[in-house]
């Protein structure tokens, strides 16, 4: 069975950093692309960040270029995100996902 | 940016009626390597979504067969046949054509 199991998520203040992790289980992690995609409370969803499987290339939308970087660890089944210079309207629920499959979502708040 | 257009907002329905929802682009989907990536997912209340529809008409695993994507170019809509309780939430198209990849703004499946 296909798991994604995300943490990392909190309460932090605008300008500081957090860093996302996103445990995968149930499939071959190195065979994937990964994509992180957000959801702002009762609003609807936006893609954050995708990596290649082998990591090799990373994609992001203009929103968050230059401050947040994905990453993964094949070897440990895990994608990262780390979130720098983060903004309130950073503040949501963080997916991890592979094709088809998505976490239950981590949360993050943005506020001083 | 790619802008998805979904109508209705809201779709009141009775239980074993049929919806339609579509889905707009600002656009064409078709990709350069003639492949269209348009997907459908489902948000029920609490979840995170769940895909339905890939590549237009295909569905995912377990999908049941009264869920029907089409559609082509820039012009989508899926056909819910029948309609179940467990088939209300709120529905969202994706595209993975361009980058950045986008999500409509989600069409929300109700009780009349």
């Known amino acids: 069975e296909v798991q994604l199991v995300e943490s990392g998520g909190g309460l932090v203040q605008p300008g500081r950093s957090l860093k996302l992790s996103c445990v995968a289980s149930?499939?071959?992690?190195?065979?994937?692309?990964m994509t992180w995609i957000r959801q702002a409370p009762g609003k609807g969803l936006e893609w954050v960040a995708s990596?290649?499987?082998?990591?090799?290339?990373?994609y992001y939308p203009d929103s968050v270029k230059g401050r947040f970087t994905i990453s993964r660890d094949n070897a440990k089944s895990t994608l990262y995100l780390q979130m720098n210079s983060l903004r309130s309207e950073d503040t949501a629920t963080y997916y991890c996902?592979?094709?088809?499959?998505w976490g239950q979502g981590v949360m993050v708040t943005v506020s001083s | 940016d790619v802008v998805l257009t979904q109508t209705p907002v809201a779709q009141p329905v009775t239980l074993g009626d049929q919806a339609s929802i579509s889905c707009r682009s600002s656009?064409?989907?078709?990709?350069?390597?003639?492949?269209?990536?348009l997907e459908w997912y489902l948000q029920k209340p609490g979840q995170s979504p769940q895909l339905l529809i890939y590549?237009?008409?295909n569905r995912f695993s377990g999908v049941p067969d009264r869920f029907i994507g089409s559609g082509s170019g820039s012009d989508f809509t899926l056909k819910i046949s029948r309609v179940e309780p467990e088939d209300l939430g709120v529905y969202y198209c994706?595209?993975?054509?361009?980058?950045?990849?986008?999500f409509g703004g989600g069409t929300k499946l109700e009780l009349k």
């Open positions: 994706f595209q993975a054509t361009h980058d950045p990849w986008t």
């Open positions: 149930g499939f071959t992690f190195n065979n994937y692309w």
């Open positions: 656009q064409s989907l078709v990709h350069s390597n003639g492949n269209t990536y």
């Open positions: 990596i290649t499987n082998t990591g090799g290339s990373t």
């Open positions: 996902t592979r094709p088809a499959y």
């Open positions: 590549k237009v008409s």
